[in-house]
């Protein structure tokens, strides 16, 4: 009997990365997964976007696993084709347990070279996105007796990284979504916590990390704000591990948490 065995679970930006990752970890302990992701590049974003062919290769390492997937391209910054997507799935799989929003970019900048496009960029998809990704999928948690919603914060969302003055702004924000609907849907038995990665290993964080080189130049003295205690870089299959354990009912009572899974970062 796996860990979620039974369940279905909607993911955003689960083409690759992280999304991709959790969509294999639940789907590896029993779950049915929903997925979509944009499938481009987001102007801005100093990595390669991820693509339709990434999210296929999600639907065939799910369907290897024999779970069955409904996956579709969609930005978060809709809610009605988020909507769309979610109630297809509910249809094609029976039910709807998980939320993981997960979808996000990042535009690392000095303050100055912030323009507004970047700010309303970062915000419509890394916030705005995350309350689409809520509010399309919540009811059906709520009319099917309770469940359980995951939002990828980030250490950004506990402790600000340097260069980084929207995505904090998000971050934050994801943190306090988590809370603030954690409050009110505990009486219908619907969970609500944020997950708040340090640096993961995906296309993000390697595109990210060219630039911090540049910053570093900048103001070498907050270059030590973000140490990671443990040595290497953490894959993404140790977020989904985190995700797991907040999906399934092995944590039942934990609700408006803030799990960090940063190898230390945000503990000084
Ligand atoms: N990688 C890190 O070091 C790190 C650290 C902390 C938090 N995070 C967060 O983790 C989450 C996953 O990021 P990742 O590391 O897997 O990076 P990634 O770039 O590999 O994956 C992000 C996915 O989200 C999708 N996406 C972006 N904008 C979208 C939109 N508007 N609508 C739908 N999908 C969209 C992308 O296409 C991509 O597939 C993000 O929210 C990110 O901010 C990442």
């Given at each position: 009997m796996g860990r979620v065995e039974g369940k279905v679970a909607f993911i955003t930006?689960?083409?690759?990365?992280q999304g991709r990752s959790h969509a294999l970890r639940l789907a590896e302990e029993g779950a049915d997964i929903v997925a979509v992701d944009i499938c481009e590049a987001v102007p801005g974003t100093p990595y390669p976007g991820a693509t339709e062919d990434d999210l296929a290769e999600t639907v065939r390492q799910v369907e290897a696993l024999d779970r069955r997937i409904v996956a579709e391209k969609a930005d978060v910054r809709s809610l009605s084709d988020l909507k769309s997507v979610v109630d297809k799935g509910v249809a094609e799989l029976g039910r709807l347990d998980v939320i993981v929003g997960n979808a996000g970019i990042d535009i690392p900048a000095i303050w100055r070279d912030i323009t507004p496009e970047i700010f309303q960029d970062t915000i419509d998809i890394n916030l705005t996105g995350v309350w689409n990704t809520i509010m399309s999928a919540v009811g059906h948690l709520v009319s099917g007796g309770g469940g359980s919603i995951i939002l990828t914060s980030s250490a950004a969302g506990i402790k600000p990284v340097p260069f980084h003055v929207p995505y904090n702004a998000a971050k934050f924000g994801v943190t306090a979504l988590a809370k603030s609907f954690a409050m009110e849907l505990a009486k219908d038995k619907v969970r609500v916590n944020s997950v708040h990665p340090g640096g993961v290993d995906t296309d993000m964080a390697t595109g990210a990390m060219e630039l911090f080189d540049g910053f570093s130049k900048e103001?070498?003295?907050?270059?030590?704000?973000f140490t990671q205690w443990f040595p290497g870089s953490m894959p993404p299959r140790e977020i989904s591990n985190a995700v797991l354990y907040l999906a399934s009912?092995?944590?039942?009572?934990?609700?408006g948490h803030t799990l960090a899974v940063d190898g230390g970062m945000t503990s000084y």
């Open positions: 930006g689960a083409a690759r990365g103001n070498p003295d907050l270059m030590g704000m009912d092995e944590s039942t009572w934990v609700t």
